[in-house]
Protein backbone atom coordinates (compact mmCIF):
# COMPACT_ATOMS: atom_id res chain seq x y z
CA UNK A 1 0.00 0.00 0.00
CA UNK A 2 1.40 3.43 -0.63
CA UNK A 3 2.32 5.60 2.22
CA UNK A 4 2.22 9.68 1.38
CA UNK A 5 5.75 10.86 2.62
CA UNK A 6 5.39 13.16 6.05
CA UNK A 7 6.05 16.02 4.53
CA UNK A 8 2.88 15.90 2.32
CA UNK A 9 1.44 19.29 2.97
CA UNK A 10 -2.40 18.27 3.70
CA UNK A 11 -2.94 19.98 6.66
CA UNK A 12 -2.15 23.52 4.86
CA UNK A 13 -4.62 22.60 2.27
CA UNK A 14 -7.37 21.64 4.77
CA UNK A 15 -6.58 24.52 6.79
CA UNK A 16 -5.47 27.23 3.76
CA UNK A 17 -8.22 26.38 0.72
CA UNK A 18 -11.44 26.07 2.31
CA UNK A 19 -12.10 29.89 4.07
CA UNK A 20 -15.66 30.11 2.88
CA UNK A 21 -19.22 29.51 5.01
CA UNK A 22 -20.70 28.27 2.27
CA UNK A 23 -22.17 24.65 2.80
CA UNK A 24 -20.42 23.97 -0.30
CA UNK A 25 -17.27 24.52 1.09
CA UNK A 26 -18.15 23.16 4.74
CA UNK A 27 -19.11 19.61 3.07
CA UNK A 28 -15.83 19.72 0.47
CA UNK A 29 -13.86 20.61 3.99
CA UNK A 30 -15.27 18.01 6.03
CA UNK A 31 -14.82 15.22 3.13
CA UNK A 32 -11.50 16.61 2.86
CA UNK A 33 -10.56 15.87 6.56
CA UNK A 34 -11.99 12.16 6.33
CA UNK A 35 -9.88 11.46 3.49
CA UNK A 36 -6.88 13.01 5.12
CA UNK A 37 -7.59 10.53 8.05
CA UNK A 38 -8.79 7.25 6.42
CA UNK A 39 -5.01 8.15 4.52
CA UNK A 40 -3.25 8.63 7.79
CA UNK A 41 -4.90 5.45 9.45
CA UNK A 42 -3.45 3.63 6.43
CA UNK A 43 -7.76 2.36 5.42
CA UNK A 44 -7.72 5.01 2.03
CA UNK A 45 -9.13 2.78 -0.44
CA UNK A 46 -7.96 2.75 -4.26
CA UNK A 47 -10.46 0.82 -6.18
CA UNK A 48 -7.71 -0.17 -8.67
CA UNK A 49 -9.73 -1.84 -11.23
CA UNK A 50 -12.32 0.92 -11.50
CA UNK A 51 -8.73 3.27 -12.00
CA UNK A 52 -7.83 1.03 -14.71
CA UNK A 53 -11.21 0.88 -16.53
CA UNK A 54 -11.21 4.79 -16.97
CA UNK A 55 -7.77 4.73 -18.03
CA UNK A 56 -8.40 2.15 -20.53
CA UNK A 57 -11.78 4.38 -21.71
CA UNK A 58 -9.94 7.25 -22.23
CA UNK A 59 -6.88 5.89 -23.65
CA UNK A 60 -4.40 6.58 -21.22
CA UNK A 61 -2.11 3.52 -22.73
CA UNK A 62 -2.33 4.76 -25.77
CA UNK A 63 -0.94 8.07 -25.54
CA UNK A 64 -4.35 9.94 -25.75
CA UNK A 65 -4.77 10.90 -22.19
CA UNK A 66 -6.80 13.85 -21.82
CA UNK A 67 -9.30 13.28 -24.89
Partial sequence: ?????????????????????SSVDRTRQERLQQLQQAVQNGTYHVDTQQIAKIMVERGVLNGNEWD
Fill in 1 to 21: MWTPPSSFPISSITNDAFTSN
